[in-house]
Structures are given as C-alpha cells and as structure tokens.
C-alpha cells in the first residue's frame, strides 16, 4: 500500500510514515515499488509471520528495552552491583519472551527434546518438569500442550512474568501447567523427570550452587536441560572465511 493509506490504516500522519518507510526501504527491511510499499516472502518471514523461525520482531523490541536500561547500567559501571533481572526496563520480559518464542515454536519439542535419552517417552507417558526462570511461561506451555499426559511447573522470581504466565495459560486452555513465584533453591528434592533451563543459567549469581541444587531435584535418572548462547572460554579475534582465503577483521 501506500504511505497515505497505511498512515490512514494505523491512525498516524502520513508525512511521518512516508520517512518511517523510506528509512526501513534503505535498510532492505521493506520494498518499495512506484511510491507502493510491501514485504517480499523473506522480509514477511522477519516480520510479519509470527511463527516463524527466523522472526526477529523481538529483537528489535529488545533493543528498545535495552536503551531504556541505559541510566541503570551506568550506575552500575560505577558502583559493580549489576541491574538485577527483576529490575530491568519493564518492556524487556515481553521483549525477551516474543524474541525466544520462535525458537521454542519450532525446535523445542521437535529437535531440543529429542536429544535427551529417554526424556519423549516418560513426558509421552506422564513425567513431573520443572521449567527454572519460566519468564513469560512460553517454554513451559508450549511443552504442556504437546505432552498432556505430563505435569509443569513454572518458576520465576519475577512477579509480574509470573502474572503474565498464568494469564497465558489460561488463554490457551492449557490445564497441566502451573506458574508459582520462586527459585530454584524452591524446588524440592528427588521430585522431577526433567529440569529445564532456557537462557537462565548464566543470569543466576550463584550457577554452580543453583547447578547443584537441580541435581539434587532430579529423580534417579532425570534430566537436566540447559539451553544457552554458545560461548567460547576465551577472548580472540574471530576469522571471516570466504572460499579459499582467510580475512582477518581490521582491528
């Protein structure tokens, strides 16, 4: 469509949607053909389609939150006390929910689950999970509604994630799940077939001791998931390859 009309179509001015849009044009985020904007399938695909694997929408989200984080990680490069989870920008939990539901979508059950040995049989059969730092719950539900004959139990520290949670499961009618506000030092011992951890671990302040502790939770011959950013062990600068010749990034 055109700016006018889709300015007309979300209620805002026109002049300001024509440089929204020619912004977005010059960064290859929209097309724009004779003065008519639209999204091929690959820009649909970042965009517009919400279940799909490479949606991104949550990304730029999250660089919002992150801006508006600025004054309370400035105080903390002064003072070494951190910004704790709790206390981010209050946008971030939906931002980081909508940026990892993707994921979850389209390789949580299908691929992550599958490399546990064991662990489709007994959630197909009827398993106890606890899914730690559940945030807005998207792991958790999408998990209790592809294995019904499983329980879930949701824990975060936050309040406001586990309201936000709650509220998604209801909406969705899943009923073998439940969010309480908690830590993993919560849990209780021998209780659980599988522990998971999505992109949690590493904000813990104590990873070994929270480690330690989901042993502990784990009946004999439970699971532990953990899913996180593939981290090297030390600081290098990385090589770009492109066919035969190595490139090495100006310092």
Known sequence: MSAEDLAAATGNAARYVREWLSAHAASGHVTVEDGR???????????????????????FVTAGAMVENRNKVQTAFKTGKGVAWGDQAGCLFCAVARLFRPGYINALVQEWLPE???????????????????????????????????????????????????????????KNVRFELGRVQDLT???????????????????????????????????????????????RIPLIRSGASTIRPRR
């Not at 992109?199 to 899913?227: Q, T």
């Open 37 to 59: 904007s639209s999204l091929n399938p690959e820009q649909a695909m970042v965009f517009a389609a919400p279940d799909s694997p490479v949606n991104l929408i949550g990304a």
């Open 116 to 174: 546990l040995d064991g662990a489709v049989n007994k959630l197909k059969a009827g398993a106890k999970v606890a899914d730690v730092g559940c945030g807005h719950g998207l792991s958790t539900i999408v998990m209790a509604q592809a294995f019904p004959a499983s329980d879930f139990d949701g824990c975060d520290f936050h309040p406001g994630s586990i309201a936000a949670a709650t509220a998604h499961a209801k909406a969705h009618g899943v």
């Open 189 to 235: 011992g021998e209780e659980y077939d599988l522990v998971t951890y999505f992109d949690c671990l590493r904000d813990m302040g104590d990873p070994a001791a929270a480690a330690a502790h989901i042993r502990k939770a784990l009946k004999p011959g439970g699971s532990w998931m953990v899913v996180e950013p593939a981290a090297g062990t030390r600081w």
